[in-house]
């Protein structure tokens, strides 16, 4: 197995490379249930917005294999398990709300249950092989603006927490646009945030980029301001794991603050998804849940206590970015402009 394919379905089975121990061991668990698969999201086994939702797919087929009573009722109850298992991601509810119309439509049609588990089967590799397509395309897409800002240069680029083929099983969204921009030869170094407390930035980004020989320094988050002061960063790009109909971006924790930071710089500022990260019906970003993680994370370090005993900690896992100082927001149909009112809902949704 290859940790560039974090999800794999092989012989009936799925088998997640588990991030927690990246980058000193890398493992695959396998997971046999609905329970389990919720439960490898929860405590990010897998982790990443559009890993999240492609894992739950195979979590539907897992459970419709395993299960004896099957109907509308015990569908929805399985993918309410899976959903509640994060709740900023939007891409896992719509994953999971999409196999959930398909399992309804198998039910109605009167198709057999191996014929509904093998439709989920397929869904999910096919996800998992369009999100390449999609990712290269918004990479173009973010390579091409770029190209029009700052000229046919070589650029510093600054990313924030892990969006390359750990988080989407492809090329990546932010990080796409970065590998796509050095395989033009157009990098010329990395600023990658440690992204605190989970350290995807040390943990994951610098195993990524170090895999794709791009060259890079991990950064604590509040370097933000000095590598923009210091004119260190030319561009910033960044995933997102919900963005409401005005544009306002949920992504990890200290998006925003770097998204001011950046505002204040004038460095610009981009945030790179899919469409399945788009939550329309959420009008702005007072509407997204943020996710509260254990105190734990920031009071230890892998078992070990660094805090007194007795401390407390407050753990928010993402926070939101007003659209006010995002610069462009690409997704795979096209870039968009926050500023614009409508413009998002229009490319969205042509
Ligand atoms: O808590 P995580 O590691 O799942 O958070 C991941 C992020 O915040 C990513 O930036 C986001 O999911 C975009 S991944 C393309």
Known sequence: MNSRNPIIWKDHKLFLLDQRLLPQE??????????????????????????????????????????????INTVRMACDELIAARPTAVNLSYEVNRCYEMMKRGLQEKKSIEEIYKDLVSFGNEQIFLSGERNLAMAKIGVADLKKRLGDRQWNLMTHCNTGFLACGSLGTALGVISHANSLGMVKHVYADETRPYMQGTRLTAFELGKEKIPYSIVVEGAASYLMSHNKVDAIFVGADRIAANGDTANKVGTSTLAIVAKHYGVPFYVVAPISTFDLATENGNGIEIEMRAEEEITDLRGIRLAPVGARSVNPSFDVTDHRFITGIICEKGLINPQIVGELERIVTT
């Open 26 to 71: 890398e493992v695959f668990v396998e997971v046999n249930d609905l329970t389990h698969c919720a439960l490898a999201i929860k405590n990010m086994i897998v982790r990443g917005a559009p890993c999240i939702g492609f894992t739950a797919i195979f979590g539907m087929a897992l459970w419709i294999r395993n299960t004896k009573e099957i109907n």
